[in-house]
């Protein structure tokens, strides 16, 4: 064995954005789910993470380097997904004596997103399924997206839900040990191509609570949580996955909105209570809901993650109709560059109702970033080191 | 009958901040709530409506006058209450033939709050209660104060309970009629005289939705409404009586401040979401849970109706810790002149974790008032004309 040979694969994997939100865990450690939850996978040309996986005999230790920082890598989280991955080689090696012994090897992991870390916007889901994802094709496992999706989850949950394109499930499961808390293709992006994303980022400090810590204080202390979980989520669920199949984006757009608020309802009724939409969510919120009035049927949906950017989703053919009114009202911030947003026209008018509210988003929007449905995570030959 | 002789009766009537709210009506027209409620009752040396009713055969018609401005008497709420109480009028002159026909004639009333009406202080509350309780005076009617809150409900359901002192609850009653759907004393404000009430009033634009339409925008889109009604307000309300009873403030912060934000979380799982608190009533929370916090134990609790104002409710004991801390903040806004504010020193520091939210409030706050629990409707021989 030469024990200068480095081993190398790297990846692109995509954010994922939830239209049926998953908020709590039934187990913490092994990254169980309360409820199941459906996202809709963003494109990698404007948001992901890039990772690159190396071994070497002469590595002396794991190690993991995210946006030029070198990290911890200790935790029981990213652990179990190495301990995974490497367990599955391991019985490739075992398999056949020929391949390299790359299970016994340290890992040496760079990543880099190409947004901001700390903006809301689940950098960790991008981050984890990009790890797993990477260190699948160093060892070129022979595992299907669905079953790296259960090791990508005990890193982050909602990383699962990024191992896929399009528009994808977690199923919560039910087995004790997680063998069943997987994600799943509802439909390929090319199924519902021309579902767009709008992203308002909001100068915001640094997030109230963490959404680990977060969702737990819900799940412990608020007296709503357990019948979102019961009652709300599994009819939803079923509601979403056919609106997807459907291409309904009427049905779409009302199970998003309703979500979003069931799930920062819980957080309100937490005790402490937490607040991830801020004053300028809810003027997205009103500016959403003027939209979709002067238009008389949905043409818009917003969303809000554990914290106060507003995704707001929309077919490509209602672009001018629902970008056109964000871009009047916040064509000077940065994000309208490029060519999606060059070809967007400001509309002549705020529609009514939303003047006071497109004050607040001027004062509150940092900058906006125009994207759209994608696919799942792309192997790639540029290695970071 | 002396046709020119002018009857006339005058009351001044409280205001009441409920700590277990009311939200959602399982009858629109006799206003009857889809759950029991309990609030404090605020002394009328701060907040209070003053109303006078007269009445005359010369009268040719009912009036209001409220705050100067006369208001249409057409309405089907003002109306119940007017003639349920022209019923109960009826039957004593039946019963005594010597008795002034007063129900055969037209009612003047005028009515005046020492507050702004669209502060979101509860003044329909205030108004109705003195309305109710200034006729039933000028009718010189034998009835009890819960026999009065029966009326008084049709005209705004919280007035119910603004026909008490101290600690009252609203019984959701069970009966179609709302015969059953009154008022009743938990305890008198001399039970537990020490509970003092600090308001921050949020410098706000006119509310998002009133509370009569919102509240049944919530009963009939809310997921979680029925969850709150069936199962978290009817333990409360046991659990907030007894800690009246017990003089237990620790049961009563806790639970006041659980279901301000319960009521808040089926308001933002409203379709459309209505949203009453805004960045500056978030800023509250934080400051109250710091003082907390730095105080080990619960000295203060804030509640918020259906406006970004917060209630700061603590005990006489604890002023200095909490009021002091409002103090340093907002020392520079009205409301701190007067017997009440200025025996009040700043604290020295603002409580660690508060820091930020402090600049909030001071942004968003345009004035205080110090108040405290107090007693029932209070009749008066100055009469408004």
Redesign the interface.
């Known amino acids: 064995m030469n024990n200068s040979r480095v081993y190398r694969a790297s990846t692109f994997a995509p954010v994922n954005i939830a239209v049926i939100k998953y908020w709590g865990k039934r187990d913490a450690k092994l990254n169980l789910p309360t409820n199941s939850s459906l996202s809709v996978t963003l494109s990698q040309d404007h948001l992901r993470a890039h990772t690159t996986a190396s071994c070497a005999a002469s590595f002396d230790s794991d190690t993991l380097k995210l946006n030029g920082q070198q990290q911890d890598v200790s935790g029981s989280r990213i652990q179990s997904c190495l301990a995974e991955l490497r367990r599955l080689r391991h019985a490739m090696e075992d398999a056949d004596g020929s391949l390299p012994k790359l299970s016994d090897m340290k890992l040496h992991v760079v990543s880099e997103n190409n947004f901001p870390t700390a903006a809301g916007l689940a950098s960790s889901a991008a981050g984890f399924a990009a790890l797993v994802r990477a260190i699948a094709n160093l060892y070129e496992l022979d595992a299907s997206p669905t079953e790296l999706s259960r090791i990508a989850r005990q890193g982050s949950g909602s990383a699962c839900r990024s191992l896929f394109g399009g528009y994808c499930a977690w199923d919560m499961g039910k087995a004790a040990d997680g063998s069943d808390s997987v994600a799943y293709e509802v439909a390929p992006a090319s199924h519902w191509p021309d579902m767009c994303a709008l992203i308002l980022v909001a100068s915001a ?1 640094k997030k109230d609570v963490s959404s680990t810590a977060g969702m737990q204080q819900t799940v412990a202390s608020s ?2 949580m357990e ?2 979980i019961k ?2 989520v599994p009819e939803r669920m079923q509601e979403m996955e056919q609106a997807v199949r459907d291409r309904d984006f009427a049905a779409f757009a ?1 199970l998003t ?2 979500d979003s ?2 799930f ?3 957080c ?6 937490i ?1 991830y939409m ?2 300028t969510s ?1 003027a997205a ?1 009103r500016v959403v ?1 003027a939209i979709n009035k002067a238009a008389g049927r949905p043409v818009c949906a917003y969303t809000f993650d554990a914290g106060p950017n507003a995704v707001v989703y929309h077919l490509a053919s209602n672009r001018a109709a629902v970008a056109g009114v964000f871009k009047l009202i916040l064509g000077g911030k940065p994000g309208w560059e490029g060519n999606q947003g060059a070809t967007i026209g400001s509309t002549a008018a705020i529609p009514k109702g939303a003047e ?1 509210a497109a004050g607040v988003l001027q004062a509150g929007v940092s900058r906006v970033i125009l994207t759209a449905v994608g696919d799942g995570p792309r192997k790639t030959d540029q290695h970071l080191c």
């Open positions: 400090d007296s709503l019948h979102r009652h709300v009302d909105m309703r608020n069931n920062h309802a819980t309100l009724d937490t005790c402490p209570p607040f801020n004053d809810r919120v809901e006071a």
